[in-house]
């Protein structure tokens, strides 16, 4: 049972969009999901939504925006907790949808929905704390010389509606209700979503889920909207709109670069978040390989195939010393990886461009294949591939992303050298060190180098996996991200969908409860200087 009630997991499919509580009449285009392990075509059809529909969507956040940013935050985290017992309510259903959509296996899908439902909870615990809004208080000072000081008061407020874009490679986390929607309703704003094509059957589920949830907790018709379409023309005009005053996106380098470039070059330009390309370089010190090399080659193994290498955090990079203890992970890792079965990838397109990818490295005179299989029609096979340190500084695209389970061990002879890879790569999510006792030198200058280049340093660990929590970043330099000083994973998440207004000489009356003399909100504050709850 959920907050009030479980959500019908019988729910059957239409394949309309979702405009606040009701649905779009739609284009007379219609369009399917496809079951991404068999080809199979799945029911029903959806069909694209029309411009009145995005129109319809506009106006109705609008409308809701300055309701719902009003609401108290008890309110806010009551919907937010109703939407994870909704998605819950659905099932089996749900679960099998999503299997069919992406050819994840049950366990996974099973993970990222409790994923997706612990977020939701997380951000309606963050809500009903109340620090995130980083209220500070400079009370008036008409003593002080040689001016006096005014009455200051800011804090965090909602920017206004927000366009999420779903990802491919998370269904659930980062789709429909994923983390880009839980943060955004935490700031206070409402949400249209574009529905990624891959999963439309999962991301009308998921949709209905939020919708229902809306109107079980009377919140604003117009919090929440879903978009079906296909191309790219909806998804452009989404992020033209007018009304939409943000963008959360996690998706292709070429997807993002260009809805960015949309945001920027608006009457009003908006804060576009993209989450892009990342190849997540791997550095083994010496120490470290010679104390544990076979153990670090079955984790890199585990990373590098987990989810058919379609994580975003995936190492696609790993600097290895030469020497025999190197030469011992290659063959190892190669071994294994050579015994790995050929798995479905998430869609058709991204197994085409991940075949592609590896061909063209295994067609590259520059590099050695250790594990490159020719790509079966409808799996993709691990790949393995092996450079120098000099050739690979002399060729920036052997340190493209090949998005999938494939990566490439750059053989570096000198700790310079391997410092000279750090510096020169570009921005990335993550960075990994595996060191041991007699590392810590080369350690702390890779960290160094590091921390301007990726958003999180992993330590004798595996990129794959990212945390929800207080203090997660999951964002990085571009071209991880499109800014480097957001993360769309943990509590920071909000700060992408707000901004600080300051209010001076404010009558009492008028201001937000975060801000009053004798704090009513009991919020965590700093108050002239001081940090506390007074």
């Not at 260009?258 to 009457?267: D, E, F, H, S």
Request: with cysteine.
């Amino acid at each position: 049972m959920g907050d009030k009630g479980a959500h019908n997991n019988r729910m059957e499919l239409n394949g309309k969009s979702i405009i606040g509580q009701g649905r779009s009449g739609g284009s007379q285009k219609t369009f399917y999901a496809v079951n991404a392990a068999t080809g199979e075509r799945l029911e029903p059809a959806f069909h694209a939504a029309a411009e009145a529909d995005l129109e319809r969507a506009m106006a109705l956040a609008s409308a809701a925006f300055p309701v719902y940013r009003g609401l108290e935050r008890a309110r806010r985290a009551a919907f937010l907790r109703q939407i994870a017992a909704n998605l819950e309510g659905l099932g089996d259903p749900l679960i099998h949808r999503v299997m069919a959509e992406s050819a994840l296996p049950e366990g996974r899908v099973r993970g990222e929905l409790g994923r997706t439902c612990f977020q939701l909870r997380f951000f309606a615990g963050i809500v009903e704390e109340g620090s995130w809004v980083d209220a500070r208080i400079d009370t008036a000072d008409p003593d002080r010389k040689p001016l006096p000081r005014q009455d200051l008061r800011s804090m965090l407020r909602p920017l206004g509606p927000v366009a999420v874009f779903c990802a491919s490679n998370f269904p659930l986390a980062f789709s429909v209700a994923g983390g880009d929607t839980a943060s955004a309703y935490a700031a206070g704003c409402p949400v249209v979503v574009k529905a990624h094509s891959s999963h439309l059957g999962t991301a009308e589920m998921c949709g209905s889920a939020i919708r229902d949830a809306a109107a079980q907790t009377a919140m604003p018709e117009g919090v929440f909207s879903l978009l079906f379409t296909e191309g790219h023309r909806m998804a452009q005009a989404l992020v033209a709109h007018p009304s939409i005053k943000a963008g959360g996106f996690t998706g292709s380098r070429g997807g993002g670069l260009t809805l960015l470039a949309i945001a920027q070059k608006r009457a009003e330009p908006i804060p576009f978040y993209a989450e892009m390309s990342s190849v997540n370089p791997v550095f083994i010190l010496p120490n470290a390989l010679q104390q544990r090399g076979a153990q670090i080659a079955a984790g890199l193994h585990g990373s590098i195939t987990l989810g058919v290498g379609q994580f975003c955090t995936n190492p696609g990079v790993v600097m290895l010393p030469v020497g025999q203890g190197g030469d011992g992970v290659v063959s190892a890792l190669g071994e294994k990886l050579r015994a790995t079965a050929p798995a479905a990838m998430l869609n058709r397109n991204i197994l085409h461009a991940y075949g592609k990818a590896v061909a063209a490295r295994a067609g590259d005179v520059r590099v050695r294949s250790v594990a490159a299989g020719e790509q079966p029609g409808n799996a993709a096979v691990p790949a393995l591939f092996e450079a120098d340190a000099k050739t690979f500084l002399k060729t920036p695209e052997l340190s493209e992303e090949m998005f999938g389970p494939a990566s490439i061990l750059v053989r570096y002879e000198s700790l310079d050298q391997a410092l000279a890879l750090a510096a020169t790569m570009e921005g990335n999510l993550t960075a990994t060190i595996h060191h041991a006792p007699g590392d810590e030198a080369a350690c702390a200058k890779l960290i160094a180098a590091l921390e301007t280049r990726v958003g999180r340093i992993v330590f004798n660990g595996y990129p794959t996996g990212v945390e929800v929590c207080q203090a997660m970043v999951h964002g990085g330099p571009y071209p991880s991200t499109s800014d480097g000083r957001s993360t769309s994973v943990g509590a920071r998440a909000i700060d992408r969908f707000v901004r600080a207004v300051c209010y001076q000489d404010a009558p009492a009356a008028v201001l937000p409860e975060e801000l009053r003399d004798g704090n009513p909100a009991g919020v965590m504050r700093v108050l002239n200087g001081v940090r506390g709850r007074e």
